[in-house]
């Protein structure tokens, strides 16, 4: 359809006086001057649009349009024309959520809305993330979208993890909840007793009557009851009420049509009894009341527990300091952390709490990182060594220089990663998406069936069982446990692991890990301690040491790699480095560059055979140092094999443990790595390890994790390199050591705070911890509904089963999600790979 038809204004029409709005998007492939024509062209063509400006530095274009154009349009004009626009993603917070089908409904809204191509809800955390082309959805659109469903939208939180906001309004909304439990308790216990006091006081009812006059039991009850539903149960009616009428309808539905139904066929025995069947002007106010007072219950009682399942970062953003001491003009000046800046020096006195992410330059320390590793041994650090914000200087003092604050301290961070994680849907998800989409309305025409089956073949009167057991079903089928079962297992789980230095960046990888059959490693730096050393260096004729270590020492020096590290560390202590030129990295072969004059090569064989140099006459050496577990290096000068250079590299000491320990779990475990064949056998034979793959470039990896795949099943990838980027993402799940690299950290969906191994089975015994929890919950909340739905409706009366009153339909409605609540807290006390709880 052509882009103009929604907008059949002519151009030469007057708009001079209509309103207009500027926007401001980034472009993606923009390469030349012909592309910033090509896209202006695009953007002109759209209806009344002005003032196209696309900048090729910035690559970002802005146009001024008409207000009622919607932005996605300009976003398809530039797809249009062979570009894109980014997607990024919103996080909104959405207040009045109860249960499954409001997150379903929400959902269904927010992709409603022109641009968005995706929306996921979390009814644990209250929070919607869409997905939508950068800048073509205002703030203010999602929020009337929100409203017009009949949600609220809330604030998120700030850049930096905290929430105060969001926890704020959590406290205020359990208050209320509270003080809503106990007015409706207290306007309930009166016609509670007014209504059940004849069964228990013989003339109970005949001397209410005879005080206060004839009928006076059933209108002191009306009025009772009319309070609790006009104030305490008002939630239910001002959110259920316009949802059934949208057609979407919820639980706040289910309980306004369940109470209001027992409270208006009481009204009319009350007031109008005639206009009843004989023998069916019955008071039903104590089903009324007890249903509203019992669901508020069960809601604050999930609200307590609700508010406890992100207490895990909670805790570890409380433990950042208020407050630190800065040094300026050489006096200590007291000031708030959120103060700090960029390059402040600030002092840290023993047993307290280092206030900010920085550096130290005076003075050392051992340092408790625990609250971030999960290594309970203080860590020394002294100058030039890194500190995290919020971690406990146990002896010592020091000062610090301040080098990242707000949103990108350490802190921050990992509340962000944890939050993402926790507002991720697992792919179990999808099952109880599909199930609730469908179940509320479901539920409605049970009731409706159950109501016309009771008053059909019951009998006379019938008006009494029909109502009641077409109340007990709309009220025992309120899918909260549903909707609870997941998101808050979830929460829970990714809390407990960030306590155990244990990052979930994606809440997924909580599923898929428990189903992986191998598990991968990386090794220079991941089994190994990472920080090799040079022993040995073998010449060839017409090469002397010094030449060759001064030379491999220069170009080794802009490497990253920790065997250039031990190159270069072992060339300083000979003596000084020499700078290099035309510097390269080639990836799984080595690095080349110039220096003095001197082309210079340095890698595995893989690299001489590239460059075309002979190496053989080093074969040997190189076999027999292999052999004894260390990696062999070829050097050549100016087109000639100079010499060979071993680097050996000391296991972790907690290596071999952590490989037994998983292949106890029947887990798989296999190495892959570039170093040389010979030097990968023999860390494997040290290690027990099942399975090898050596002398592998980056991409080799990830064939490698393939053929893992094609033999065993899912794989898992522990890394810590650039190199180690692909097979990361091209893992199943990928696990990165925090001490690792940016790039493999971006790369991973688990990242391991400590550089210990430990917390690769860490993330096993949570993930596995969770899914079972999931399971547990998921079984609860549907066998609940399977089970209890009939015996609500009265179908098996036949059988002698007792029919199930509204009063305990709304007590195992209550229960049924504060279990799901409930079991899902205990992952906080979940047990970790060997450790006390």
Request: proline share 5%.
């Amino acid at each position: 359809m052509d882009a103009r038809t929604d907008f059949p204004l002519p151009r030469s029409a007057p708009t001079a006086d209509r309103p207009r709005a500027t926007i401001t998007l980034p472009i993606e492939g923009l390469s030349c001057a012909s592309c910033v024509s090509r896209v202006e062209r695009a953007l002109l063509d759209l209806p009344d649009v002005r003032d196209v400006s696309v900048n090729l530095a910035t690559g970002k274009a802005s146009l001024s349009l008409p207000a009622g154009m919607p932005a996605h349009r300009v976003a398809e004009a530039i797809a249009a024309a062979g570009y894109t626009v980014p997607e990024t993603t919103s996080a909104v917070g959405i207040g009045g959520m109860t249960c499954a089908s409001c997150v379903a409904r929400v959902e269904r809204t927010l992709l409603r809305i022109p641009g968005v191509t995706g929306a996921v809800v979390n009814l644990a955390s209250g929070r919607a993330e869409l997905r939508h082309a950068d800048g073509t959805v205002a703030m203010a659109e999602i929020e009337e979208t929100v409203r017009q469903a009949g949600f609220e939208l809330q604030s998120v939180g700030s850049d930096a993890g905290r929430t105060p906001d969001r926890e704020d309004r959590q406290a205020r909304e359990t208050a209320q909840l509270w003080r809503d439990v106990r007015l409706s308790a207290l306007l309930a216990a009166p016609v509670v007793l007014l209504d059940m006091g004849g069964h228990f006081i013989p003339g109970f009812h005949e001397s209410v009557d005879g005080l206060f006059g004839n009928g006076a039991n059933a209108l002191l009850q009306a009025a009772l009851a009319t309070l609790v539903l006009a104030w305490p149960g008002r939630r239910f009616f001002r959110s259920g009420i316009p949802g059934l009428l949208r057609g979407h309808p919820d639980m706040n539905a289910l309980v306004a049509l369940g109470a209001g139904a027992a409270y208006l066929a009481s009204m009319i025995a009350t007031l109008a009894p005639g206009l009843l069947p004989q023998g069916g002007a019955q008071l039903y106010f104590e089903a009324s009341v007890l249903i509203v007072t019992l669901i508020l219950l069960g809601r604050a009682l999930e609200a307590r527990a609700r508010g406890r399942t992100g207490a895990a970062i909670a805790r570890l953003l409380d433990l950042a300091p208020k407050t630190a001491r800065v040094m300026r003009d050489g006096e200590e000046t007291e000031i708030l952390v959120t103060d700090l800046k960029l390059g402040d020096r600030v002092r840290v006195r023993p047993g307290e709490r280092v206030p900010a992410d920085g550096r130290l330059v005076a003075g050392a320390s051992w340092i408790d990182e625990s609250m971030v590793t999960g290594e309970p041994d203080p860590v020394r650090k002294g100058e030039g060594d890194a500190t995290i914000g919020g971690t406990l200087n146990t002896s010592g003092g020091f000062d610090l220089r301040v080098e990242t604050v707000g949103s990108g301290t350490v802190l921050a961070q990992i509340a962000r990663m944890v939050e993402a994680a926790q507002g991720g849907k697992l792919p179990v998800q999808g099952l109880v998406d599909r199930i609730t989409a469908r179940f509320v309305p479901a539920v409605l025409a049970i009731s409706a069936a159950t109501f016309l089956a009771w008053l059909a073949l019951a009998p006379s009167p019938a008006l009494g069982p029909a109502l009641v057991h077409a109340i007990a079903v709309l009220i025992i089928a309120c899918p909260c446990a549903m909707g609870l079962a997941v998101p808050v297992a979830i929460m829970v789980g990714t809390g407990r692991a960030a306590e155990r230095g244990v990052l979930f960046r994606k809440g997924s990888a909580l599923q898929v890990l428990e189903n992986v059959k191998v598990v991968a490693f990386d090794k220079t730096g991941t089994l190994t301690e990472g920080r090799p050393r040079l022993t040995d260096l073998v010449t060839a004729e017409g090469f002397s040491r010094e030449e060759v270590l001064a030379a491999a020492g220069a170009v080794e020096a802009r490497s990253e790699h920790p065997i250039a590290r031990a190159i270069v560390t072992a060339a300083r202590e000979a003596g000084s480095i020499a700078e290099v030129e035309a510097f390269e990295a080639i990836p799984g072969h080595g690095v080349t560059g110039r220096v003095a004059g001197r082309e210079i090569a340095i890698g595995a064989k893989r690299l001489m055979e590239r460059l075309g140099i002979p190496a053989g006459s080093l074969d040997d050496a190189a076999e027999r140092l292999g052999a004894s577990g260390h990696s062999p290096l070829y050097a050549a000068i100016d087109g000639r094999l100079a010499a060979l250079i071993a680097v050996a590299d000391s296991v972790r000491p907690d290596a071999e443990g952590v490989i037994r320990s998983l292949q106890a779990r029947g887990l798989v475990v296999a190495m892959i790595t570039g170093d040389d064949r010979r030097t990968a056998q023999a860390v494997a034979a040290t290690l027990g390890i099942d399975a090898v793959a050596a002398e592998v470039l980056p991409a080799g990896k990830v064939e490698a994790i393939e053929r893992f795949r094609e033999s065993h099943g899912s794989v898992a990838f522990v890394g810590d390199g650039i190199n180690d980027a692909p097979a990361l993402s091209g893992a199943d799940v990928g696990i990165a050591i925090g001490t690792g690299t940016d790039v493999a950290i971006a790369s991973a969906d688990v990242v391991l705070m400590s550089c210990a191994l430990g917390g690769v089975e860490e993330a096993f015994v949570l993930s596995r911890a969770t899914m079972r929890t999931i399971r547990q919950n998921m079984f609860w909340a549907f066998a609940y509904n399977v089970g209890l739905i009939p015996v609500a409706a009265g179908a098996l009366a036949a059988a002698g089963i007792p029919m199930l009153p509204p009063i305990v339909a709304a007590s195992a409605m209550m229960l049924s999600s504060v279990c799901v609540v409930t079991n899902a807290l205990r992952l906080r006390h979940a047990r970790s790979a060997g450790r006390p709880a």
